[in-house]
Nanobody
Framework: QVQLAESGGGLVQAGGSLRLSCAAS????????MAWYRQAPGKQREPVAT???????NYAGSVKGRFTIFRDNAKNTVYLQMNSLKPEDTAVYYC?????????WGKGTLVTVSS
């Protein structure tokens, strides 16, 4: 059973930092591509960052240079380091992976950035 559990969200002032974590189980984490998505109020869910099993990364233009995705295969965990946060980064952040052409999602963690 695939399970993804996000943590690390919270309230932060603009310009601050947060680190999100996503602990994965039920998958061969070491060979899995992982991703972070976010959904702001009233908006569609959008991709934020991805990391392949070979540690290649990709970022949405709106977060490039501010956010960093990285993984610890020994802990089956993927992280999202978020710096220089802006009010427009406020959203529920979700961890995602695909197994056998099926998407799996965590329950999400709320990030609120105050101005």
């Amino acid at each position: 059973q695939v399970q993804l559990a996000e943590s690390g969200g919270g309230l932060v002032q603009a310009g601050g930092s947060l680190r999100l974590s996503c602990a994965a189980s039920g998958i061969a984490f070491r060979i899995s591509d992982m991703a972070w998505y976010r959904q702001a109020p009233g908006k569609q869910r959008e991709p934020v960052a991805t990391i392949t099993d070979g540690d290649s990364t990709n970022y949405a233009g709106s977060v490039k240079g501010r956010f960093t995705i990285f993984r610890d295969n020994a802990k089956n965990t993927v992280y999202l380091q978020m710096n220089s946060l802006k009010p427009e980064d406020t959203a529920v952040y979700y961890c995602n992976t695909e197994v056998a052409n099926r998407d799996y999602w965590g329950k999400g963690t709320l990030v609120t950035v105050s101005s």
